[in-house]
């Protein structure tokens, strides 16, 4: 079921509040909570909801709305999509920055932010052209964590990180068949840590 920001906004509010207290919230306390002035407003996107079949009420009545059919993940969290990454080329921008709604309970950090693969170039990685990375963004990755990382003369990676012998960086790939790459520490910038990734099956 695809839901607007706004419409997930005002059905996460009604979800949190039902749980918590056991009946709907009144139109002035889902404008409040929302941040929306205009009943008029909410009252469009409530009949959106409905239309959509993940709310019901009934008319002339207060605090009549009712949860229909459960959004699986009702606390989606908008993770901006910073750009493309393809490896061995630098991270191209997006030239209008979007969001999109990712589940709360995959999102550590709200520091997180995605990035769309862009050919095949990552296909040693087990990653799709249209794939889309959940990265964190964190400058000190654990010892086995997949990076994204800027590496000097060898352009953008997708590798596992781990610490070598004389303080040396060895970037391993998904492919067995592939050799580590050892890089001095200096020579490597990482611009996060991938903790998901999305991909829609054509």
Known sequence: MYLTKRQRDIYN???RFIKKNGYAP???E?????????LATIHKHLKNLEQKGVISRKWNKGRSIEINAPVLYPDAVELPLLGEISAGKQIEPTEHTRTIGIPQEIVSSEES?????KGDSLKDEYLRDGDYLIIERRAVPEPGEMVVAFVE???TVVRRFFRGEDDNIRLESENPKKKPVFVP????????VIIGVLRRYK
């Open 185 to 192: 520490e200096e020579s490597l910038r990482i611009r996060g």
């Open 13 to 15: 509010c009604i979800y």
């Open 113 to 117: 932010f995605l990035l769309r693969v």
């Open 30 to 38: 889902i404008c409040s909570r929302v941040g929306v002035s205009s």
């Open 153 to 155: 003369n060898q352009g």
């Open 26 to 28: 009144s139109l002035e």
